[in-house]
């Protein structure tokens, strides 16, 4: 597995890609967010692992270039910050998942063997539509009248799982297990900041929502008017 690796602290730099080449990957180093969209775009990566605090561009600018050069490779992002709306900021700018330093190795070694797989769940080559949002699952474009909503390819899975369960209550497990995997180590909080994203891009709010917060357990795609 090849993994790039943006980090600018020279010393933890060099003690994660020892520990990732003791695990078999092959790892390239950068240490600035201009050489990292540049290593990104002209390599082959499984993984790009992105400290935020890059120097010359951070990496949420980093992911947003990517993202906007069509780049569709897994993206994990390395910070101290490990509030929900930095958690919400980093996954907006595209990326797959978040890690808050410190860190144990053996959960960033899972992260990425996990992002590595990236198997979003099968659709269906047909069209599904939900209040007035059109889901073209073919080409993976969701709509409201003309206007396309733009999702990454992690949110569209979370609005096909929600939409094909309407009125069904999905426990966070469930959620986790079958828009990431099963194997996932995916966070709780990782996830409720997507679901947190998806409702901004669809134009909803916590209280007035498609996707209704069931305390406790988990949360239900409703059918009526929000």
Known sequence: MKILLAEDDQRLGKLIVKMLKKEQFTVDWVVDGISASDQAL???????????MLPERDGVQVSKVLRNEGYSGAILILTARGGLEDRVIGLDAGADDYMVKPFAFEELFARIRSLSRRNFFPIDHNTITSHDLTIDLANHITKRGEEIIIL???????????????????????????????????TYNTMEAFVKLLRKKLGQTKRNSYIKTIRGFGYMWVNEDV
Do not use: C, H, M
């Open 42 to 52: 002209t390599g082959d990566y499984d993984v790009i692992v992105l400290d935020w």
């Open 152 to 186: 990454t390819p992690r949110e569209f899975q979370l609005l096909v799982y929600f939409v094909k369960n309407t009125g069904r209550i999905l426990s966070k497990d469930q959620i986790i297990a079958r828009v990431w995997e099963e194997e996932s180590e995916v």
